[in-house]
């Protein structure tokens, strides 16, 4: 497959991820995307013997723990079975074009459960005007982080906490940010 989209690059490094990045391993007969990443396969390694960093450890659990009263965080195959015929496909062109809140930790890329509407891969108005204002500023665990840490914008509440009662307000702590970095 070529790489047309390429990977996004920031000034903390590369933050995005090529169509290789989110399509390898991917079969037309249901594979799964990301059990085990491309640069972990291409080693030989399995996903168990992957070592994490405890900060990275830390951060999973820390968005874990912020995204758990809003539906959590999945691994992108669970989020895939959402639309059985294309549900792969689907997310692995989303998360390239950064159409969605996910990190890669552990060889898989997970994703907050919040962003989708009912039992499908759609994503909510609110949050894809939040994803699309804040994708060109934040590298995939800051936006990730962004929703679910406390903001002064919002009087020290959450965007997730306040999106649903002010969604103005969010979106103005979300601009400000943005521009606040020049993008």
Known sequence: MSNV????YSSYGRIGKTAEDVFEGVGSAGGQIGRTSPRVRAKGLQAAQLTVSPRWEKEHLALASGYRSFGGVAPSAEIATR????G??????SIVLREVISYEWRGDYWLPRFQFEGSDLLVSEEAGILIAELSVALDDWE???WFVAPNAWLHH????QTMREDFDHVHDAARFLRFGRGK
């Open 143 to 145: 936006l990730a982080r």
């Open 157 to 160: 509440r959450t965007p997730l």
């Open 83 to 86: 639309r059985p015929l294309d």
């Open 5 to 8: 989209l390429g990977p996004y």
């Open 88 to 93: 792969i496909s689907r997310l692995a062109r």
